[in-house]
């Protein structure tokens, strides 16, 4: 080639990265790794081992013990042994020793990139550029929330032991997502990498071991599924951390339900990359290299369905298409190249089944011009227009490089595409008109949405789901309250609780009412705005303390329920959108019209309990109060990411809750649950305790004389568990906050995951939660990149 010819073409040679000190890292082990347990490295008992291959060119480049679950109960027994120092260590020192994390992880920066590289097969420029030191950053950022921990999450105490299961897709960056904020909060972890990837995790143990971290506080057990699903199954765990399939997420949810184990779930997502008309065309179509095209499309918020208005939409596809004739698809460990490999032959397989029927399902398939590596686990970037809103592919997680176009006319088809889909992880929003970028950001439904942008990551910004795309976050201060606890709930000492003795007496007394004075009234359910018979004309007594009958209330069914949630989906986007003032005020004046019942109430309530009812009532009031000050003043935070860029965090309400109500103090629990439920925007579906119900039904004519929408607040009483399970299993319900009894909890528990709605369960009777708790749970986190620069 002359120099004038390669002036003119500017090909590519060759860059590549050694892979020598990383063979020479394994060789140093034999070939072999055994499993990091109580600091030092042990043979499991197992006695089994497999494989693991860079799928780059199919080699094996190590074994690795598959450890079983008398290893599991090892690792936890040796992560519970370390608990007791670790929970006890300063801050500052548990600081120092994350600060040394990520430190050492900077130090052998390439080490770590070209393991990862020929480990996992994606490139070494994202490796080198972005996983490792996003996963460095995430120690540093971490070991300052250790230093903090004591004053800025006063009265709040490490978990205990966690287990942590994370994917191959990040394997070093998920390691650190998980590890620092729960080493930083005190608690000791188990971790169990992916088995296509486990190579960092065990370079990662060495540093544990090289800085002369306790014993213990970190295990690293190498094993594929069933390795994980005894480590969920673990009695002595303390606390699930996952990342991976919503598949796995959700057996995992139906495995956790009822033993207490507090969950964390990051799953698969369908994110949309909205384009609009006045957009930067050329910006954005780099945007969709990086949202579809980084990491082989292998990411759980890849932009994989493209979203574009009408009037561009072929001109953005033409220069899409020019784009990907340019892209660079080969050994991952050349410096110039964009798309490595795929992990593994299975997953080829299913990217090229989703794609087959793509083709199928009539959308219409490009992909550029230019040849494969004849070896290795490659798939060329793909682009489908044509592609129908309910196709496979617009719907199904392809975890590939694969691109769904389709278009849309308005902004509000735009936000109802986008959100046409079970997940809510992220989305990707391309204008040159912030207001409408804002206004649609906050209409999609996703844990993070970016600006002009996309794929941005910061261990400051919380990073986690919507929908079926799991819960919990990870980064940001957010991200903290997965790892910790509540110490000692101040919950409402102020009043008097009738004790647990006389409640369960109470459900076992017989029917005396043939010696009591005529009931002159059943209450009935409240549904949409207005007082409803229940549907099934059944009613069930309520007897007080002394077994004596003091009303009845309708006994709802199933029909009751799904209408109730059917009034509250009604209301939520109204409700939802009114002001955080105008909340208040309703909130307020719901106040305001109790206590001119005040003796009414608290009468009722003495019938019910036995006891001078106007204690609570006047707590009762004070919780509607507190609640509405919450409403305009439970903010958000903009978190300082390390690029230009306002990155807000903005507690949104969940949707659709179902509210199951403690038995004890059944007044005041209504207003502090429902009450700081609605102050967030919720819509709830509430039943009250099945003992103590007549405060709730009394209080509909409390809602019936207020502002409050038709359908916002909703009464449905009968059978708590009864009840339960239908808004568990209903897939139009976003929460279920269930207060009753263990075997409810997993009855509750195991019927979310069919949607994976969020579940809070709480104890029968006993304190209740903080008003700090009860907010949190009643919002999600939306973390909105907005970056800036002329
Ligand atoms: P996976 O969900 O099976 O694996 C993730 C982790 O869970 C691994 O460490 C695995 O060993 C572990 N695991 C598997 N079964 C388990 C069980 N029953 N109990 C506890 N732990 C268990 O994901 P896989 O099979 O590697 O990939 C399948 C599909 O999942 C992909 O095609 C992709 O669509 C999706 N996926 C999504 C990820 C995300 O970040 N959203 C990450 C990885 C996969
Ligand atoms: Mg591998």
Not at 63 to 85: I, L
Not at 313 to 336: Q, Y
Not at 649 to 667: N, T
Request: charged share 20%; glycine share 8%; with cysteine.
């Amino acid at each position: 080639m002359t120099l004038t010819e390669i002036m003119q073409t500017l090909p590519y040679g060759p860059a590549p990265e050694a892979a020598k000190p990383a063979l020479d890292w394994i060789k140093a082990h034999k070939g072999r790794f055994q499993l990091f347990v109580a600091g030092r490295w042990r043979a499991p008992a197992s006695q089994e081992w497999f494989a693991t291959i860079n799928p780059t060119n199919g080699q094996k480049l190590a074994e690795v013990a598959q450890a079983g679950a008398a290893d599991v109960d090892e690792a936890v027994k040796a992560a519970r042994k370390a608990f007791v120092g670790w929970s006890q260590t300063k801050g500052h020192a548990r600081a120092r020793y994350l600060y040394a994390m990520a430190r050492q992880i900077q130090k052998q920066a390439r080490l770590f990139a070209v393991l990862e590289t020929l480990d996992n097969g994606k490139s070494i420029r994202e490796t080198r550029d972005i996983d490792i030191p996003l996963a460095a950053r995430h120690f540093y950022y971490h070991a300052g929330w250790a230093q903090l921990m004591e004053s800025e999450l006063a009265g709040y105490a490490p978990v205990g032991v966690v287990g942590q299961i994370i994917p191959w897709n990040f394997p070093l960056l998920m390691l650190a997502w998980k590890i620092a904020p729960a080493l930083a909060m005190g608690n000791t972890v188990v971790l169990k990498p992916a088995e296509y990837t486990p190579l960092t995790a065990l370079l990662f143990a060495e540093i544990c071991q090289n800085i002369g971290l306790p014993p213990g506080v970190v295990n690293i057990i190498t094993g594929d599924g069933k390795t994980g699903a005894a480590l969920v199954e673990h009695p002595d765990v303390d606390k699930i951390a996952f990342t991976g399939s919503t598949e796995v997420g959700r057996l995992i949810r139906q495995a956790t339900a009822g033993s207490g184990k507090k969950l964390s779930l990051e799953l698969g997502g369908k994110s949309p990359f909205v384009v609009f008309e006045d957009a930067d065309l050329d910006s954005a179509v780099e945007g969709v290299v990086d949202a579809i095209w980084f990491n082989q499309g292998q990411v759980c918020c890849a932009g994989s369905r493209l979203l574009v208005q009408e009037g561009i939409a072929e001109k953005m596809c033409a220069k899409l298409r020019a784009r990907m004739e340019k892209l660079r698809v080969g050994d991952p460990l050349d410096k110039s190249v964009d798309l490595g490999a795929i992990i593994a032959p299975a997953q080829l397989d299913k990217i090229r089944r989703l794609v087959q029927k793509g083709i199928e399902e009539g959308a219409k398939l490009w992909q550029p011009s230019w040849a494969l590596p004849a070896e290795g686990c490659f798939y060329p970037p793909t682009l489908f227009t044509d592609v129908a809103p309910a196709s496979t592919i617009a719907q199904e997680e392809i975890f590939g490089p694969v691109l769904a176009a389709l278009t849309f006319r308005t902004p509000e088809e735009a936000v109802r595409l986008a959100n046409n889909t079970r997940y809510g992880l992220a989305a990707s929003i391309w204008s040159e008109d912030i207001n409408l970028a804002l206004d649609v950001a906050t209409q999609i439904k996703a844990g993070t949405v970016w600006i002009n942008s996309t794929n941005l990551f910061d261990a400051a910004s919380g990073f986690g789901g919507y929908r079926e795309s799991g819960f919990g976050r990870e980064g940001g201060k957010e991200g903290l309250w997965e790892y910790v606890q509540k110490i000692n709930p101040s919950g409402s000492a102020a009043v008097a609780k009738p004790k647990a003795k006389s409640r369960r007496a109470r459900a076992n007394v017989a029917p005396t009412a043939l010696a009591l004075p005529a009931i002159d009234r059943t209450a009935k359910l409240f549904i949409g705005g207005k007082q409803v018979r229940p549907d099934g004309g059944y009613s069930k007594a309520v007897y007080a303390p002394n077994g004596s009958l003091i009303g009845e209330v309708g006994l709802g069914n199933r029909k009751d329920i799904r209408n109730a949630v059917e009034a509250a989906r009604g209301a939520f986007e109204g409700w939802r959108k009114t002001t955080a003032h105008n909340k208040a005020q309703v909130l307020y004046f719901l106040a305001e019209n109790l206590s001119q019942r005040a003796e009414e109430f608290a009468r009722r309530l003495g019938e019910q309990t036995g006891q001078d009812g106007r204690a609570e009532l006047e707590a009762a009031l004070e919780a509607l109060f507190t609640a509405a000050a919450w409403a305009d003043k439970y903010e958000g935070l903009v978190h300082p990411t390390p690029i230009r860029s306002v990155t807000l965090a903005i507690p949104e309400p969940i949707g659709v809750m179902g509210i199951l109500c403690p038995d004890d103090q059944p007044l005041l629990a209504l207003a502090r649950l429902a009450g700081t439920a609605l102050a967030m925007g919720n819509t709830l579906v509430v039943v009250p305790s099945p003992l103590a119900p007549l405060s709730a039904t009394d209080f509909y004519q409390v809602l019936e004389t207020s502002d409050i929408p038709a359908g916002t607040f909703n009464i449905v009483t009968g059978e708590r568990d009864e009840l339960a399970l239908t808004l568990a299993e209903h897939d139009d319900v976003d929460a279920v906050w269930y207060a009753g009894p263990r075997a409810g909890w997993a009855l509750v528990e195991k019927a979310s995951a069919g949607n994976m709605k969020r579940t809070w369960t709480l104890p029968p009777s006993g304190p209740l939660p903080d008003t700090d708790e009860i907010l949190r749970q009643a919002t999600q986190v939306k973390n909105i990149w907005v970056p800036y620069g002329a």
